[in-house]
């Protein structure tokens, strides 16, 4: 590995014709080329919803491991959605995925990573298509034709910004507290928009080489500089628009940069990483990531961590994921399309023919979202019924409404009235009707209610 890296460093600085021929391949399964990556209870996570899903994956001894998988359901049209973007973020301890698929948001809370709460989720109704989402200062964000938009934990807009890009990856904060940067390619420019003043506060003229690429952008809070990669070099700019330094890296396409915060910087090209140094743009060393462990890399999206252990990148590298050290050494992957584990199909979801029933009648209850042909548990007053999950997880079962008057509950509510002459008790309970999955734990339930009428 170490001799390897020294030839792609070598050529990397010499612009070796050998790269010339490397350009990405076909592939039949769905590249991955952007995601999020977090430090969480030192555990590296990282999120990709490249694939339709939204896909997490945790850091282990052993490597990188995707602990759960699943897609959105549509209960209007009643069929599977797919996600298009996903932000990872720690609040009061716990570990949530901000998630979007076309006009709604999702939170999900997935702190133990072997299953995922839904939280809330949130569809506009006028008719605005989140293109990218992501974190701006303390907030979620979203990135759409319309602007930004700046949600509360709880998913209320609290805030939004009117900016443009035909590539809403390229609007960023950077890591900015108060500035968000709109890389405009085909202007040639960067507009500086300062959130306070809500207004663009300078525009940063460049001489930009490369066609419309998705490009991130990084700034330092340390040396008040932004860096990001176009199709020649790296770029060192000073926010009043000085080009400090740069670093050419062969012509290919710039994709993304990013740092930990440290003094070093880690930048994506296609072809592979290069970690430099940001106060001299020097070389400390590179990967070719094509071949590393798939013969399709192609590195685009990259995010670094700091951990106790140094530096954790993170590469959306075509075929796989890949995960360094900061010596760019492979600590882990995940191959698009691997694990012959079993996952659900999509979120879980109940539901019931009528929310309100008479004791003795029959009702149905319907859901998804467990492990195809799983064995289910339903528990309902005191009773627990087994059914299996069909080839998609989801499941149909008729039950009977209790009888009131052989039970009893602090949820119960009785009234008197007067019927045909007869007075007589008026009945009504709320009770939960549970489905628990026995091989994959996962759990939901839903609320019911069961009426009686009975003599005095």
Not at 102 to 112: A, L, Q
Not at 292 to 310: I, N, R
Not at 383 to 393: F, L, M, T, Y
Not at 410 to 433: A, W, Y
Request: glycine share 8%; proline share 2%.
């Amino acid at each position: 590995m170490k001799n390897f890296k020294k030839i792609a460093l070598f050529l990397v600085l010499l612009g070796g014709v050998v790269y010339l021929t490397s350009i990405p391949a076909k592939t039949k399964v769905k590249s991955y080329y952007s995601g999020d990556a977090i430090n969480y209870e030192q555990d590296l996570i990282v999120a990709s919803t490249d694939s339709e899903y939204l896909e997490i994956f945790r850091l282990e001894d052993d490597g990188l491991k995707r602990k759960m998988y699943w897609r959105p359901f549509d209960s209007r049209f009643n069929k599977d959605d797919s996600f298009y973007g996903v932000k990872l973020n720690i609040e009061s301890g716990r570990l949530y995925a901000y998630v979007i698929s076309g006009f709604t948001i999702y939170k999900y809370d997935i702190s133990n990573l072997n299953s995922y709460e839904l939280v809330k989720e949130v569809k506009n109704t006028y008719w605005e298509w989140y293109n990218r989402i992501d974190k701006f200062g303390d907030n979620i964000v979203t990135i759409s034709a319309k602007g930004v938009k700046v949600w509360s934990s709880n998913l209320e807009v609290i805030d939004s910004y009117v900016l443009e890009n035909d590539t809403p990856y390229n609007i960023s904060s950077g890591g900015h507290p108060s500035l968000i940067f709109n890389l405009v390619e085909k202007n040639n420019e960067i507009e500086i928009y300062d959130k306070g003043e809500r207004k663009i506060a300078d525009r940063l003229q460049l001489n930009f080489y490369g066609d419309k690429n998705n490009r991130g952008i990084y700034y330092d809070s340390y040396d008040n500089h932004i860096y990001f990669a176009d199709d020649l070099s790296v770029k060192k700019v000073g926010l009043n628009g000085s080009l400090k330094a740069t670093f050419e890296h062969l012509g290919y396409p710039g994709y993304d940069v990013h740092s930990s915060g440290n003094e070093y910087l880690y930048f994506s090209n296609g072809l592979g990483v290069v970690k430099i140094r940001k106060s001299d743009m020097s070389v400390v060393t590179s990967l070719r990531t094509g071949g590393v462990v798939a013969e399709e890399g192609w590195a685009m999206g990259l995010k670094a961590v700091a951990t106790y252990d140094g530096d954790r990148i993170t590469v959306f590298n075509n075929s796989s994921i890949l995960i360094l050290d900061s010596n760019l050494d492979v600590l882990g992957y995940f191959k698009a399309g691997q694990d012959d584990k079993v996952y659900p199909k999509e979120n879980l979801y109940l539901n019931l023919s009528s929310p309100v029933v008479d004791s003795g009648t029959q009702f149905e209850i319907s859901g998804g979202g467990y492990l195809p042909n799983e064995k289910l548990v339903i528990e309902f007053y005191n009773q627990k019924i087994e059914v299996s999950a069909d080839a998609d997880g989801r499941f149909n079962k008729i039950l009977n409404g209790p009888s009131l008057q052989e039970s009893s509950s602090r949820n119960r509510v009785t009234t008197q009235s007067v019927r045909n002459g007869f007075d007589v008790n008026n009945i009504s309970e709320k009770t939960d009707v549970k489905v628990s999955g026995k091989d994959s734990k996962l759990t939901y339930s839903i609320s019911l209610e069961v009426q009686e009428t009975v003599l005095k």
